[in-house]
């Protein structure tokens, strides 16, 4: 969830580049940082879904 929110980001991001503008003194910058930040917290595990019994890949006989 945090990588498509990343993308959505970097998306806003990329567009206030293009037509150089800001909204509210945040420029395309910011959303590029923001977005990087999401996507560290994507590929550290923050907000995945948690599985009982350890690892769900696993299958136990």
Do not use: E, K, P, Y
Not at 23 to 49: C, E, K, N, P, R
Request: proline share 0%.
């Amino acid at each position: 969830m945090l990588a498509i929110a990343a993308a959505v980001v970097f998306g806003l991001g990329f567009l206030l580049d293009l037509i150089n503008t800001r909204i509210g003194g945040i420029s395309g910058t910011t959303f590029l940082l923001l977005g990087l930040l999401l996507l560290a917290l994507h590929q550290a595990g923050v907000g995945t879904a948690g599985v009982r019994g350890g690892t769900a890949w696993r299958r136990r006989r």
